[in-house]
């Protein structure tokens, strides 16, 4: 039997996590990348120039989720008062609404796995997870700084 790579286990964990959140989200007309950026939204507003990077997404992406998302009534846009050129994305009473189910949704997961492994286990998940996010971001900034002649 070969032995996974690390990013395979990741991609491939993800893939499985991700689908079964959509699963669960196209039950209530809505997608994954909807509850994550419902849940991503501050009580107070969250500039939308903030949520891309919040979520990893591009801004094409989340221009065209926020659009969506205005559309079907679950946030608004109002201009941020600190900063007359702003914008900030706020909750509907619908968004808020929904908010919970997908904190609900989310919460239960982790739940559910949490009932499967020791505490040790999850520490051990989170070291893991914190040493391959530190490696990719030292990675990151050190390509930042390579000049290319």
Known sequence: MKKRTIDYALRSTWGAVSKMYNR????????????????????????????????GMEGTSISRLL??????????????????RGVLIHLTSFGREKREFSKQTVLGFNNAINGELSEE???NFYDVIDCITNYCNQYENETKTVKIN
């Open 24 to 55: 669960t989200a196209a039950k209530f007309d809505s997608t994954m990348a909807t509850g994550f950026a419902l849940l991503s939204i501050d009580a107070e507003g969250t500039p939308s120039t903030a949520l891309g990077p919040k979520m």
């Open 121 to 123: 286990k999850i520490e």
């Open 67 to 84: 659009k969506s998302m205005e559309e079907r009534g679950l946030i608004e846009r109002r201009p941020d008062p600190s900063d007359g």
